[in-house]
């Protein structure tokens, strides 16, 4: 079975441009997770969706951070403008819902802003 | 908040030695603790679970067992293997149902033959 899919798995562009990242969860699972991995702060939930609804999404640093999911197998997380300080690596990660369920990551995009 | 402090790296072990990575959580309610791994080149994988106090999970000749006395959840390998290089993370969420994981700053793990 396909895992999470993540894409792009590298991203490099300038300071100011629109950035778009994707994912594609595990067909069947209900709840879909956006993570970030900084040296500093290390893995952070950005925000989390359960049957496509968002959740929570106080751990999304700004207003140019924006994350939708309009059906069951898809989510973006948007930046827009960029900055030099989301370089980092996001993580897309989806499970059941249910009590103590695993989730399930993709590989990750890392994401570098110049 | 929920929080997860676990030991920082690197460790570096040479190869059948013991290893312990100790985690310790802070959480609100009855929590769900986890250890993931990240290979390199691969993304985050599931290693062990626990979700009540006493329980042992276990995985891969990996062990973890809930302390709730003492707010641990300690990672142990009897006898390490070149291949168990990665970095190890360890996570909490809240009971019940499936919240976000509460990550610890992860540890890199390099073992030597």
């Known amino acids: 079975d396909a895992g999470v899919i993540q894409s792009p798995r590298h991203e490099v562009t300038e300071m100011g441009q629109e950035v778009t990242l994707r994912c594609k969860p595990i067909s069947g699972h209900n709840s879909l997770f956006w993570y970030r991995q900084t040296m500093m702060r290390g893995l952070e939930l950005l925000i989390y969706?359960?049957?496509?609804?968002?959740?929570?999404d106080s751990g999304m640093p700004e207003d140019r951070f924006s994350a939708k999911m309009p059906n069951a197998s898809f989510s973006t997380l948007k930046i827009q403008p960029s900055e030099p300080r989301d370089s980092a690596v996001y993580f897309c990660a989806s499970s059941l819902w249910g009590e103590s369920q695993p989730q399930h990551f993709g590989d990750g995009t890392r994401l570098s802003i110049l | 908040g929920n929080s997860v402090t676990q030991m920082e790296g690197p460790v570096t072990l040479s190869e059948e030695a013991f290893l312990t990575i100790n985690c310790t959580y802070t959480a609100t309610g009855y929590p769900s603790l986890f250890w993931y791994v990240k290979y390199p080149g691969e993304g985050l994988q599931l290693l062990l679970k626990a979700t009540k106090a006493d329980d042992k999970g276990s995985n891969k000749g990996f062990e973890a067992t809930y302390r709730k006395e003492t707010t641990s959840f300690h990672l142990e390998k009897g006898s390490v293997q070149v291949s168990d290089s990665a970095v190890y993370f360890c996570a909490l969420s809240d009971y019940p149902g499936n919240t976000p994981l509460v990550f610890g700053k992860g540890t890199r793990l390099s073992v030597i033959a």
């Open positions: 969706f359960n049957n496509n609804v968002p959740i929570d």
